[in-house]
């Protein structure tokens, strides 16, 4: 996770604020747009991963329509200012590894319903994130890199 969000980072850093704002990654969202994307699904794991750690349930929000559920979400964070969608995206990743670190290795492979479908041990989930994360980075960004 640590990489995959070093990656993410890098493939924008040389863009301006502005950029960042208004820039339009496929006709749709902004940069912005991505960075709190990310950090939503970041937080359908964070969530439960800590309900579950203080009583041992682990019930994510089920998503059967992703675009549906990330329209939703842009549209929770549009009007909110960049730095504001920074720090959650910082906040948001700082407690899921801190929560992450919290698991014993047996936790570590246990599976459970994902938040996005299917069923997954926490260390599947943790790989798809950083995955979605990376693909982002790789793909819809690299072209802005300057």
């Given amino acids: 996770m640590i990489n995959s969000r070093i990656a993410f980072l890098a493939s924008f850093h040389e863009l301006s604020k502005e950029e960042i704002n208004n820039l339009l990654l496929d006709g749709t969202w902004t940069v ?3 960075i709190g ?3 939503a699904w970041d937080k359908t794991l964070l969530d439960p991963l800590i309900t579950y750690l203080e009583n041992g349930d682990f019930s994510p929000e089920h998503i059967p329509n992703h675009d ?6 842009i549209e929770m964070r549009k009007h909110r200012p960049l730095d504001e969608i ?5 906040s948001v990743r700082k407690e899921l590894l801190a929560a992450t670190e919290r698991l014993s290795d047996l936790q570590w492979m246990e599976a459970f319903p994902a938040p996005w479908g299917g069923i997954e041990t926490f260390a599947q989930m943790i790989d798809g ?3 979605h994360e ?5 793909s819809t960004l690299a072209r802005f890199k300057k």
């Fill in 68 to 73: 549906a559920w990330n329209a939703v979400q």
């Fill in 134 to 138: 990376e693909e982002h980075a790789n």
């Fill in 129 to 131: 994130l950083a995955w």
């Fill in 37 to 39: 994307h990310i950090s």
């Fill in 32 to 34: 912005k747009d991505l």
């Fill in 86 to 90: 920074r720090d959650e995206a910082i």
